[in-house]
């Protein structure tokens, strides 16, 4: 999960994986487009922690509001929220 969260600057998002293999972590808006890569490709067993700070993919600042976390890796899928403050 996203933490903290609210977040007015940045914030990490942790996880854990039991089994190697493709992990695909990425940030979306509220409108399904994905606004930031945070992590793609093979990873080893372990705990993780990626930072996103707040921009999208080109650099730009991302507006305060609502978006969603993805996490895909094992053949499964977590989607938690996170809301982005005003700095």
């Known amino acids: 999960a996203p933490w903290p969260?609210?977040?007015?600057?940045g914030t990490v998002v942790g996880f854990a994986l039991e089994r190697g293999g493709q992990?695909?972590?990425a940030?979306?808006?509220v409108?399904?487009?994905?606004?930031?890569?945070?992590?793609q490709?093979?990873?080893?067993?372990?705990?993780?922690?990626?930072?996103?700070d707040g921009t999208d993919e080109r650099?730009?600042?991302s507006a305060p509001g609502v978006?969603?976390?993805?996490?895909?890796?094992?053949?499964r899928e977590f989607t938690r929220k996170l809301v982005r403050l005003e700095r």
């Open 67 to 75: 978006y969603y976390v993805r996490l895909k890796a094992g053949g």
């Open 59 to 61: 650099g730009n600042p």
């Open 5 to 9: 969260n609210p977040a007015r600057a």
């Open 41 to 52: 490709g093979e990873r080893e067993p372990g705990e993780y922690r990626l930072p996103w």
């Open 27 to 29: 940030v979306y808006g």
């Open 31 to 39: 409108d399904g487009r994905l606004v930031k890569m945070l992590a």
């Open 23 to 25: 992990v695909e972590v």
